[in-house]
């Protein structure tokens, strides 16, 4: 067909040849998981240990610092944005969050 690719691109029929089954499925979520769970361990101590490293903006230039949000409810920070003046904005998150 077509005659740019590689023959092995075109013809698919090593794929039905392979199936995988119940066990390597299981032990391959089983590495996944792993994978995963040390890698939100790592980033959950990264941002304990290293705030400098996971907020910068807070700890070197406070006055950027964005106002924290009310916990009041579950849309309680939309009325803040609504009321926050564009210059505000601008100065404390940047033109970005301006637009959109």
């Known amino acids: 067909r077509l005659g740019f690719l590689p023959s092995y691109v075109e013809d698919i029929s090593y794929l039905r040849a392979s199936s995988m089954s119940f066990a390597t499925l299981?032990?391959?979520?089983?590495?996944?998981?792993?994978?995963?769970?040390?890698?939100?361990?790592?980033?959950?101590?990264?941002?304990?240990?290293?705030?400098?490293?996971?907020?910068?903006?807070?700890?070197?230039?406070?006055?950027?610092?964005?106002?924290?949000?009310?916990?009041?409810?579950?849309f309680s920070w939309v009325k803040v944005c609504l009321y926050m003046s564009d210059e505000e904005i601008i100065n404390r998150v940047g033109f970005d969050a301006l637009i959109f």
Do not use: E, W
Not at 26 to 46: K, Q, R
Not at 56 to 66: N, S
């Open 26 to 74: 299981a032990m391959m979520y089983v590495i996944m998981s792993v994978i995963l769970l040390v890698f939100l361990s790592c980033f959950y101590h990264n941002q304990k240990t290293s705030p400098l490293f996971v907020s910068p903006r807070r700890h070197r230039l406070p006055k950027l610092v964005p106002p924290p949000l009310p916990v009041d409810g579950a």
